[in-house]
């Protein structure tokens, strides 16, 4: 039974079926295990999506991270994203979640995290972005019907200020820049906001460096060693 759990057919098995269920996967290095996280598509919160879109579900990421904090076999968490945005308050918990992690966390930006994916690729220790990703920073909007009322206008404004609030607090971009960024007319036709790639992103203080994965493993297993010395 041993020599089983050993063979090595088996263990890559092992790996699929923990991508396919949660899109995530744990790896031993020489410093310790790393649990890779990834966050794709859209950012599913209170509401359900359709079947055929590609989401990450926020009810399945809170225990998980939950989990991997806790966890003793566990030292440090990868996350990797490529995100459209999604639900306002589901990636804003997340990111709370993931910045009050006491193990190591890196972030690496790939392809996109737009929107609501800014304050989770801030939200980790240290975060990385390839040179050709693209990061969307606009206003908080909502589809259907709004009520015209000042209390609207106000509750928008307030999701606004915590989402600002919060990327700033964990990047190096100031309030003034990052509001700039997202109240930009010029450079999206159809809405105000800024679409800045990865050189942008690390010169505006907004993202730590630019990297691809053998760098946020690099980095991750340095924090990790640091942790335990």
Avoid: W
């Avoid at 759990?5 to 790896?27: C, F, H, R």
């Avoid at 509750?155 to 990052?178: G, L, T």
């Amino acid at each position: 039974m041993n020599n089983e759990n050993k063979n090595p057919e088996n263990e890559i098995n092992d790996l699929i079926d923990q991508i396919e269920k949660n899109g995530a996967v744990s790896t031993d290095s020489e410093n310790g295990r790393i649990y890779c996280l990834s966050i794709i598509g859209q950012i599913e919160g209170h509401y359900a999506l359709p079947a055929d879109q590609k989401s990450t579900k926020y009810e399945h990421i809170v225990p998980l991270l939950v989990s991997i904090e806790q966890s003793k076999e566990i030292d440090g968490l990868l996350i990797v994203l490529n995100t459209m945005g999604g639900d306002v308050e589901a990636g804003l918990a997340l990111s709370e979640l993931i910045a009050s992690m006491k193990k190591p966390t890196v972030s690496l930006v790939l392809g996109g995290g737009h929107s609501i994916g800014v304050p989770l690729a801030v939200s980790s220790r240290v975060s990385y972005i390839v040179p050709s990703a693209t990061m969307t920073i606009h206003p908080v909007r909502i589809s259907g019907t709004v009520i015209g009322t000042p209390q609207t206008y106000y509750y928008f404004e307030r999701m606004q200020d915590r989402i600002v609030s919060f990327v700033c607090n964990h990047s190096k971009i100031s309030p003034e820049k990052f509001k700039d960024l997202m109240l930009a007319t010029d450079q999206i036709a159809t809405d105000t906001g800024s679409i800045i790639d990865g050189k942008e992103a690390t010169s505006l203080g907004l993202i730590d460096k630019i990297g691809g994965l053998r760098d946020a493993i690099e980095c991750l297993e340095k924090l990790i060693k640091d942790e335990k010395s």
